[in-house]
């Protein structure tokens, strides 16, 4: 059975910094491109960043230069530095595996307020 856990979300003062985790279980995660994506209230889910199973990323012009998507394929871990933090970036953020027909974790809240 496949499972992604999301952590590492709270609530930051703008300009700062969160890491967050994804754990996951019962796949091996070397040969997919995991994600992050978020979903703020009111709004749908919309893509943060992806990595390829070799390595490449890609993030949304929203984040670039201040979101770092990673991966550790040995500990089935998906990671994604947030620096910078604005309170746009407030939402729910949850990890995405690409292996079919694609999984979803439970998601972490981020909260960017002063």
């Known amino acids: 059975q496949v499972q992604l856990v999301e952590s590492g979300g709270g609530l930051v003062q703008p300009g700062g910094s969160l890491r967050l985790s994804c754990a996951t279980s019962?796949?091996?995660?070397?040969?997919?491109?995991m994600g992050w994506y978020r979903q703020a209230p009111g709004k749908q889910r919309e893509l943060v960043a992806l990595?390829?199973?070799?390595?490449?990323?890609k993030n949304v012009d929203s984040v670039k230069g201040r979101f770092t998507i990673s991966r550790d394929n040995a500990k089935n871990m998906v990671y994604l530095q947030m620096n910078s933090l604005k309170p746009e970036d407030t939402a729910v953020y949850y990890c995405?595996?690409?292996?079919?027909?694609?999984?979803w974790g439970q998601g972490t809240q981020v909260t960017v307020s002063s």
């Open positions: 995405y595996l690409s292996q079919s027909p694609g999984y």
């Open positions: 990595i390829s199973r070799g390595g490449n990323t």
């Open positions: 019962g796949t091996n995660i070397s040969i997919y491109t």
